[in-house]
């Protein structure tokens, strides 16, 4: 297993996991590959909508990274499930909705309206009230329905980056 890593003051490098415990004056700076540096500093800082906004926008790839991520750096899995809900949640309020004055019929500011339309397109109204109540199950699940919360919002995750749609064998 080959890890990408940077040095302050280096030039990135690759090295393998047993030589990079020889370095003991500066910890390495290690970075997934397939994950941008900016994404994940984005998740230590905020961790919660960084892995809501990958899913929705259908990118289950790099929610999972970004989730596992978030995971290793002690985010609770409860306020990131919170987060997700309340965009689909969102979504769904939308969903469908015209008129001049959204915002205030539905009781949202005038950015949230904007970006939960922009967010709905291509969603079915079926997934989303899918994905609310799988939503809630998961909810279920986290405050102690399974032994595997991880795995739990995991699989939510995927469902929502599959815009509520079962996978296809």
């Known amino acids: 297993d080959i890890a990408?890593?940077?040095?302050?003051?280096?030039s990135t490098m690759m090295m393998s996991p047993p030589s990079r415990m020889m370095w003991?004056?500066?910890?390495?700076?290690?970075?997934l590959a397939t994950t941008p540096a900016k994404k994940l500093?984005?998740?230590a800082a905020s961790g919660l909508a960084v892995v809501a906004d990958a899913a929705i926008?259908?990118?289950?790839?790099?929610?999972?990274?970004?989730?596992?991520?978030?995971?290793?750096?002690?985010?609770d899995a409860i306020p990131m499930l919170a987060a997700l809900n309340m965009k689909i949640r969102g979504m769904a309020r939308v969903y469908?909705?015209?008129?001049?004055?959204?915002?205030?019929?539905?009781?949202?500011?005038?950015?949230?309206?904007?970006?939960?339309?922009?967010d709905a397109r291509g969603w079915r109204e079926e997934d989303l009230a899918h994905c609310i109540v799988q939503g809630a199950e998961t909810e279920w699940l986290l405050k102690g329905g399974t032994r595997d919360p991880e795995y739990a919002l995991e699989r939510y995750i995927l469902l929502v980056a599959r815009r509520g749609r079962p996978l296809v064998n």
């Open 4 to 10: 990408s890593v940077g040095f302050s003051g280096s």
């Open 24 to 31: 003991t004056r500066k910890k390495p700076k290690i970075a």
């Open 41 to 43: 500093k984005a998740v």
């Open 57 to 75: 926008a259908g990118r289950s790839a790099e929610a999972r990274i970004l989730l596992r991520h978030s995971g290793a750096a002690g985010f």
């Open 96 to 118: 469908g909705a015209r008129g001049g004055n959204l915002a205030k019929e539905l009781g949202m500011a005038p950015w949230q309206v904007e970006r939960a339309m922009k």
